[in-house]
C-alpha cells in the first residue's frame, strides 16, 4: 500500500508541474496534422569505420510523390560534423558495411549490391542476381562479399493440360502448392525454393553458391579472422518445417564446403558473431520448452563449438543484439527493461553494467521498443536514441558521456507542438501486480478541461510500449484526446513469468490490466467518462474486441487487423505451425471449446459499443477474413458498425505513409461521431 501511495504522489507531483508548464504555453499550440507523417525522419544503422574517424549511417524519410519511406547513406565525422550525404536522396540505399581497410562501403540499393570507393566517391553496382541479396558481409581479407539470397527451386506442374492451339489464350494455369509454409506477411504467396548463401569476389564477379538443400540458411553471417570459413544459423532437419523456432550454428568451409555443427539443442541458436581474437563466438538462443514467450540469452562458445555457456542466465530479459570489445574479453549487448532500450556492457566473467535506457526510436508508428547499435574503433558506440517527443536520432557513448549527433528532425519539432508524455505505474485489481503505462497529452492540455480518453492497444501480444516517439499516438492526441497506453501482463520486458501470465491463457486477466490503468486516468479528474474511446491493433485488436465483449463503458471502439475467431485464425494465418504449437495446447478440432473460450467472437452477442474495423487487404497474419466475419456478425445484431479496408496493405499497416496517416483518420473520425459534443450538435 505504500508502494501504491509512494507511485501515485511521484505521478501527481510529475502531472501537476507538467500541466503548469503546458497551460502557460497553450497560446502558443500548433498541433500535428494527419500528413505531417511526411516531415518525419529517422535514423538508423549505424556503421563505424575501421580507424574510428567516421560513421555512416541510414538516414529515412517519406516521399509524398511516391508515398514511401525512402532511405540514403549519410556519413559524419565521429563527433558529428562534417555531415555529407553519400549516395542520391533518390537511391534507396541500405545497409551499408565498411571493408576492412575502410577505403570502400558495400551496400544494396534495388535488390543489388553496389560498391562505393571513398577516396573517388564513384558507385557501381557489383551483383546482377535474380533476387535480392541479404546479411551482407566482407571476409576480414576483404576479398569477398557474403551474403544469403533466396534461391528459386524449379518443380513442374504434375499436371500438363492438353488440347491449347498455338496462339491461344488460356486463363493462367493453375498453382500446385505443396508447402508447408506456403503465403507469408507483406510478401504473399512463395514461390517454391530456400535461403542460400553465396560469397562473390569484393572487385565484382560472379557469384557462387556455398549451401545446397531443401533447409534455410542465413541470418547474420561471421567469419573467421583468416577468412577461411562462415558461421551462420540454419535448421537442417529433416521435419524443420514442423520446428518453426528450431535452428542451429554451422562452421562452413569456404574451400571445401565442408559443413560442421556447433551446436545441438531444441531451441533456436543464432546471429553468431566470433570474437576479435579468433577465439570465441557468442550468440543467443534459449532451451524451448513450447511457452509463448522466451526469454533468449546470450551464449559463448570456443570456435570450434566447445564449452558453451550462458553469459546472461540470471537476466531475465532476452538479448536482442550484441558486439564483442575489442580486447575480446566481454561484450556491448542491447535488451529491453520495462518498456524501454537498454545498452549494456557485460564480460565474460558475468559482470554487468548498464550504459543508457534510451535505445530505440525505430518504430514511428506506435510506441514500441526496439533500436540499434555498433561498436567502433576504441569501443565507441554508437545507437539510434529514443525520446518521446522525436523519431530516432544517432548518439554515440563515450568515457561514460553520452552525445546526440544528429538533428534530422529539427526543422519537424520547431513547426509543431508534440503532445507531452507522462510515464506512471499502477497495481493491477487482479493480484497487486505493477503495471507500466504511459499517458499522452493533447497540445495545450488544460487541467481546468475535461477531455476524451483513447486507450490504445499494443500488438504482440508479446511485445512491449515504450518512452518513444509514436506518430499515430500523437496524431490522436493532436486531434485533442488523452491517449493512455500500456504494458499489461503478456507483455514483454518485465520478466518470462510476466509474459506467460498469458500463456494458453489469452486474453485473460490482461483485459483488467487495461481497464485499472483507465480507472487511474480517470482519477485524476480531468477525463469526461462519457467520452472513454478503446482501440488497438493486431493483439491490441484481439484486446479492443475482447473488452467491447466484457464491458459497455466505451463510447465507441476501433479494431485494427483483429483476431476474432482463433479456431479460424490459426488455419488462415501465414505462421499457422507456429501458433498452433506455442499459442495453445492442441490443434482446435480437439479442443474447439478452448479455441472459442478466447476467441472475441463468442462474446459478439453482448457487444453493444459502435464499433468500426480497419484491416489491410493483403494481411495474412491477421487475414481480413477475420475482420469480415466480426462485421457481419455486428451487422446481424443490429450494432452500429463499420469496416475500413486498405488495398494491398499487410499487416504492416503504417509501411506506406498515408496508410499510416489514414489509420489515425478513421480512428479519430469514428470516435468524434461518439463524443457528447457532437451529439449535442
Known amino acids: 500500500m505504500v508502494r501504491t501511495l509512494l507511485i501515485v504522489l511521484v505521478s501527481f507531483i510529475a502531472f501537476t508541474a507538467q500541466a503548469l508548464v503546458q497551460n502557460a504555453n497553450a497560446e502558443n499550440v500548433t498541433p500535428l496534422q494527419f500528413d505531417d507523417v511526411f516531415e518525419i525522419e529517422f535514423a538508423a544503422d549505424p556503421q563505424p569505420s575501421p580507424n574510428g574517424e567516421q560513421v555512416i549511417f541510414v538516414r529515412n524519410w517519406m516521399d509524398r510523390n511516391t508515398d514511401r519511406r525512402r532511405s540514403s547513406l549519410w556519413i559524419m565525422a565521429s563527433d558529428g560534423s562534417n555531415l555529407q550525404a553519400l549516395t542520391d ?3 534507396d540505399a541500405y545497409s551499408p558495411r565498411w571493408s576492412p581497410t575502410g577505403d570502400r562501403v558495400a551496400f544494396l540499393s534495388g535488390g543489388q549490391i ?4 571513398l577516396d573517388s566517391g564513384r558507385t557501381a553496382q557489383l551483383s546482377t542476381t535474380t533476387n535480392s541479396p541479404g546479411n551482407l558481409s566482407w571476409s576480414p581479407n576483404g576479398q569477398w562479399l557474403a551474403f544469403s539470397m533466396f534461391t528459386p527451386e524449379v518443380k513442374a506442374a504434375p499436371v500438363s493440360l492438353p488440347g491449347k492451339p498455338t496462339g491461344a489464350s488460356w486463363a493462367e494455369p493453375a498453382k500446385y502448392i505443396d508447402n508447408m509454409n506456403y503465403r507469408a506477411d507483406g510478401a504473399g504467396y512463395l514461390a517454391s525454393g530456400y535461403q542460400q548463401i553465396y560469397i562473390m569476389p569484393a572487385q565484382g564477379g560472379s557469384v557462387t553458391q556455398l549451401t545446397e538443400g531443401n533447409f534455410n540458411h542465413g541470418g547474420e553471417l561471421a567469419w573467421l579472422p583468416d577468412s577461411s570459413a562462415l558461421f551462420f544459423s540454419a535448421n537442417r532437419y529433416d521435419n524443420w518445417q514442423e520446428q518453426p523456432l528450431n535452428s542451429e550454428l554451422f562452421q562452413l568451409n569456404i574451400a571445401s564446403r565442408e559443413l560442421t555443427q556447433l551446436t545441438d539443442r531444441v531451441g533456436p541458436d543464432s546471429q553468431p558473431k566470433v570474437s576479435p581474437n579468433g577465439r570465441y563466438i557468442a550468440y543467443v538462443g534459449f532451451d524451448d520448452r513450447r511457452l509463448s514467450s522466451q526469454v533468449s540469452h546470450l551464449y559463448v562458445m570456443n570456435i570450434d563449438g566447445s564449452n558453451s555457456r550462458a553469459l546472461t542466465p540470471d537476466l531475465d530479459r532476452s538479448i536482442s543484439d550484441f558486439a564483442w570489445k575489442e580486447n ?18 557485460q564480460t565474460l566473467r558475468g559482470a554487468h553494467k548498464v550504459l543508457t535506457n534510451d535505445l530505440g526510436g525505430l518504430s514511428y508508428s506506435r510506441p514500441y521498443s526496439g533500436g540499434q547499435f555498433a561498436l567502433g574503433a576504441k569501443d565507441k558506440l554508437y545507437y539510434t536514441q529514443s525520446s518521446t517527443q522525436r523519431p530516432a536520432e544517432l548518439a554515440t557513448i563515450v568515457n561514460g558521456r553520452t552525445t546526440t549527433l544528429t538533428q534530422l528532425n529539427q526543422d519537424f519539432v520547431a513547426n509543431r507542438t508534440i503532445g507531452e508524455v507522462e510515464e506512471f505505474w499502477y497495481n493491477s485489481s487482479v493480484d497487486e501486480k505493477p503495471i507500466q503505462g504511459w499517458v499522452m ?3 495545450g492540455f488544460d487541467t481546468s478541461k475535461q477531455y476524451p480518453l483513447i486507450l490504445e492497444i499494443h500488438g504482440g501480444p508479446h511485445t512491449a510500449y515504450g518512452p518513444v516517439f509514436a506518430m499515430e499516438l500523437q496524431l490522436m492526441a493532436a486531434q485533442g484526446y488523452v491517449v493512455l497506453y500500456t504494458n499489461p501482463r503478456g507483455s514483454t520486458s518485465y520478466g518470462e513469468d510476466f509474459a506467460n501470465e498469458i500463456h494458453h491463457n489469452y486474453p485473460s486477466y490482461d483485459f483488467n490490466d487495461l481497464m485499472d490503468g483507465v480507472d487511474q486516468v480517470i482519477s485524476r479528474g480531468f477525463i469526461n467518462e462519457n467520452e472513454l474511446f478503446v482501440t488497438g491493433g493486431s493483439g491490441g485488436g484481439v484486446l479492443t474486441t475482447w473488452t467491447i465483449g466484457h464491458t459497455d463503458r466505451f463510447a465507441a471502439a476501433v479494431a485494427v487487423n483483429p483476431v476474432i475467431n482463433w479456431y479460424s485464425f490459426v488455419l488462415n494465418a501465414d505462421m499457422y505451425n507456429y501458433f498452433t504449437q506455442y499459442w495453445f495446447p492442441g490443434l482446435p478440432w480437439d479442443m474447439p471449446e478452448h479455441y472459442l473460450k478466447y476467441s472475441p467472437i463468442s462474446y459478439v452477442g453482448k457487444v453493444t459499443t459502435p464499433t468500426m474495423l480497419f484491416t489491410g487487404e493483403s494481411d495474412h497474419r491477421t487475414p481480413i477474413s477475420e475482420t469480415e466475419q466480426y462485421y457481419q456478425a455486428l451487422q446481424l445484431r443490429g450494432i452500429e458498425s463499420a469496416m475500413v479496408r486498405v488495398p494491398g496493405a499487410s499487416h ?10 489514414a489509420k489515425p483518420a478513421y480512428v479519430t473520425y469514428w470516435f468524434n461521431k461518439y463524443r457528447e459534443s457532437t451529439k449535442a450538435e
Open 89 to 91: 536522396r533518390n537511391i
Open 114 to 117: 553496389h560498391i562505393l570507393w
Open 328 to 345: 575480446s574479453r566481454g561484450l556491448i549487448v542491447s535488451y529491453d527493461d520495462k518498456g524501454t532500450g537498454i545498452l549494456a556492457e
Open 441 to 443: 497529452y493533447p497540445p
Open 652 to 661: 504492416s499497416l503504417h509501411a506506406r505513409p498515408s496508410n499510416l496517416m
